[in-house]
């Protein structure tokens, strides 16, 4: 017969820890609780510092160190928004950059509508609730991007709402403008590691990019693509 689930429970623990089976874990289990619990005040405090420099938040604000904001007044959150170390957002922006409820921001990630220092401002980002950027990616919202809900990054993802023009050979690139089509992904999207989404793109609800891929055109809804550029490797069955 098998022990009563809290054993079960405690045996898990011990050998995730590489503990010995008959160990006391009383002793182990208030150390994580107090590391956690410092963790969670720090990071409630420097939220709450943030939260004041934002245009608006409906609740908490989490914040670990070198949280760096730029014209954080064009930022909304919904509730329990978390900033990982080291992330930047650029706030400026026509339609503004906003979070859904317990949305994140992952470690070194960038969120930038606008060059800071010349050009015009870029349109801004809106995503939803329970959706997350992930370590390291790269969020170019000059031209709009729409995030769904439920939406998970893997760490160095881009997404690239503008492309710069090139048809005249006998003018420079840089002088020939850029086109800001927007980004557009679906609800309960998964986008793995190092992928890429080009402006003027939409991926459908329920799809999968896989890692390392190059999403140039639509995705369709409740598909796997993958590769450079991406194409449909399988239906989900969804």
């Known amino acids: 017969m098998s022990p009563p689930w809290p054993e079960r429970l405690r045996e898990r623990l011990r050998a995730a820890k590489g503990l010995d089976p008959d160990a006391d874990l009383s002793d182990w289990q208030a150390r994580e609780l107090r590391a956690l619990g410092s963790t969670l005040a720090q990071r409630l405090a420097r939220g709450a510092v943030v939260r004041g420099r934002l245009g608006g938040a409906a609740g908490f604000v989490l914040a670990e160190r070198r949280v760096r904001l730029l014209h954080p007044r064009y930022v909304h959150a919904g509730r329990g928004l978390s900033l990982e170390e080291g992330c930047e957002i650029v706030g400026l922006s026509r339609r503004g950059v906003r979070f859904g409820d317990r949305c994140t921001v992952g470690r070194f990630a960038t969120v930038r509508p606008s060059n800071v220092l010349l050009g015009p401002a870029g349109e801004g980002m809106v995503m939803g609730d329970n959706s997350n950027i992930g370590a390291y990616c790269y969020v170019g919202c000059s031209g709009f991007i729409r995030i769904g809900s439920g939406v ?33 992904i679906g609800d309960d999207c998964w986008l793995g590691a190092g992928s890429v989404v080009l402006d003027g793109t939409s991926i459908g609800r329920g799809s999968v990019i896989a890692a390392g891929a190059v999403v140039s055109r639509d995705v369709p809804s409740g598909v796997v693509v993958g590769g450079v550029p991406a194409r449909v490797l399988r239906d989900r069955g969804a």
Do not use: C, K, W
């Open 152 to 184: 998970l990054m893997g760490p160095n993802v881009s997404l690239l709402a503008e492309n710069h023009n090139f048809d005249d050979p006998g003018r420079p690139i840089m002088d020939q403008g850029v086109r800001r089509d927007g980004i557009t």
